[in-house]
């Protein structure tokens, strides 16, 4: 072979790997500059009533945020008085959290099916559908929220009282 066609196969190979490292750039730029939308459901303050969180856990700002629930699962959990929200959201900015407070704890519920649609700024329609599974989640309603806090507190006087006891040596 010619020194001309190990010139032309060479760059050949370089351009393909140029084109393959062209995309994975563009979809790590993508992901550097998209929002992501979680919704979970956690207890209150330890408590057992429920509430549905919505946040943006992205790079930047959701629009037009549409949350929604099958029409059986909505008629399911109703009947564990556990009213689900259909959410529209306008905006939600990075590390925005929005809590909506959905009822009480049952363990007749199982499974939640949440369809989450939105937008980022530059018109990219994201869509998802996220299974939570709320039989497994393992919400932790046994502690509550007040004595959690006086533990806290009094885990705090602990340590100053030493750091006191520490500065008098």
């Keep these: 072979m010619s020194p001309d066609w190990l010139m032309v196969i060479a760059t050949l ?31 209150f303050k330890h408590s057992n009533l429920l509430e549905l969180v919505i946040e943006n856990i992205g790079k930047s700002p959701a629009y037009n945020v549409k949350v929604t629930y ?8 109703n009947k564990e008085n556990i009213k689900l929200p259909e959410l529209n959201i306008n905006y939600l900015s990075v590390n925005q959290k929005l809590n909506y407070f959905i ?13 989450i649609a939105y937008n980022s ?14 039989a497994s ?9 007040e004595i959690e806090q006086l533990n806290k ?16 040596k």
């Design 13 to 43: 190979i370089y351009v393909f790997f140029t084109g393959k490292l062209l995309k994975e750039t563009i979809k790590l730029r993508e992901v550097e500059t998209s929002p992501f939308i979680t919704v979970y459901i956690q207890p």
């Design 121 to 134: 700024k530059d018109k990219r329609q994201f869509n998802e559908k996220i299974n939570y599974n709320f």
């Design 103 to 115: 009822g009480k704890y049952s363990q007749n519920l199982e499974t939640l099916p949440i369809d």
């Design 153 to 168: 507190n009094f885990d705090k006087l602990v340590d100053a009282i030493e750091k006191v006891g520490n500065t008098d």
């Design 137 to 145: 989640s393992q919400l932790d309603i046994s502690i509550p929220y």
């Design 70 to 77: 099958d029409e059986s699962i909505k008629q399911r959990w």
